[in-house]
């Protein structure tokens, strides 16, 4: 059906299954490899009300742009979240923020990883702008591991009016390049943190960069000059999670 979703991967079909059952219509297993985890899912699946059905995995293949691991469910679509929706959330909020800020992030398994390692940091949203970004896909939501189901992907349309907005409710906003004279473990990532990553050769647009509050880089000792977008986000993120642990 048109108006449905594809999801596939055992951990993202579990994630789904488990936090937002109302949403899976269908569930797609392939005929002939019922394990544990299968057999799992399939009563999920039966709880949750949706229907089950036993295809090949040459069926599977061909619906799937990526390795579906013998599972594929059909949902209803996602909803990215809107810049009133983070308004709100971040009005609610009674932990200190934790954002990351993803510009011209196009690949769609660096932002399911982003938003993975983003999940495991307890960020409570991801913003991204609308265009010149990837956006949840089925391939995001397998790379993601069910991260995707529990991080709120943000896509605003002018994201330097977004970061000054954040600034204005008291978030510093840290900008990663490679030639900023600062390392982010000098950085005070314990106050409420907006950490944005640019994207791979191009890096952070000039009016995004122009609205950070502080430039850091990572060190590097080796031959290559940068990291990969989605483990130099991890490791900032979680150098706030550092910081932030009980001393």
């Not at 995995?57 to 742009?65: F, M, Q, V, Y």
């Not at 495991?120 to 069910?146: H, M, N």
């Not at 609205?211 to 940068?226: E, F, I, K």
Request: with cysteine.
């Amino acid at each position: 059906m048109s108006d449905l979703e594809q999801v596939f991967g055992v951990h993202a079909v579990q994630a789904l299954l488990e936090r937002n059952p109302k949403r899976v219509k269908r569930v797609l297993l392939q005929a002939g490899r019922l394990n544990d985890r299968q057999q799992q899912l399939l009563e999920q699946a039966s709880a949750a009300g949706a229907a089950v059905q036993r295809v090949a995995g040459d069926e599977l293949d061909k619906l799937c742009e990526g390795v579906h691991q013998g599972v594929l469910a059909e949902v209803t679509a996602s909803q990215v979240w809107s810049e009133e929706m983070l308004t709100h959330m971040l009005d609610r909020l009674d932990s200190v923020p934790l954002l990351l800020v993803l510009d011209g992030v196009t690949d769609p398994h660096n932002l399911g990883a982003c938003l993975r390692s983003a999940d495991a940091a307890g960020v409570q949203a991801v913003i991204v702008p609308k265009d010149r970004s990837a956006s949840l896909t089925p391939v995001v939501r397998k790379v993601a591991c069910g991260a995707a189901e529990t991080v709120p992907l943000v896509a605003v349309t002018n994201l330097a009016r977004t970061l000054k907005q954040l600034q204005q409710r008291g978030l510093w906003v840290v900008g990663t390049a490679g030639e900023a004279q600062q390392y982010i473990y000098e950085l005070d990532l314990k106050i409420p943190t907006v950490i944005v990553m640019g994207a791979e050769g191009a890096g952070m647009r000039r009016l995004t960069r122009e609205n950070c509050d502080y430039l850091a880089r990572l060190p590097m000792a080796g031959a290559v000059s940068s990291l990969n977008v989605s483990v130099a986000a991890g490791v900032c993120l979680f150098e706030a999670v550092r910081q932030r642990l009980p001393a």
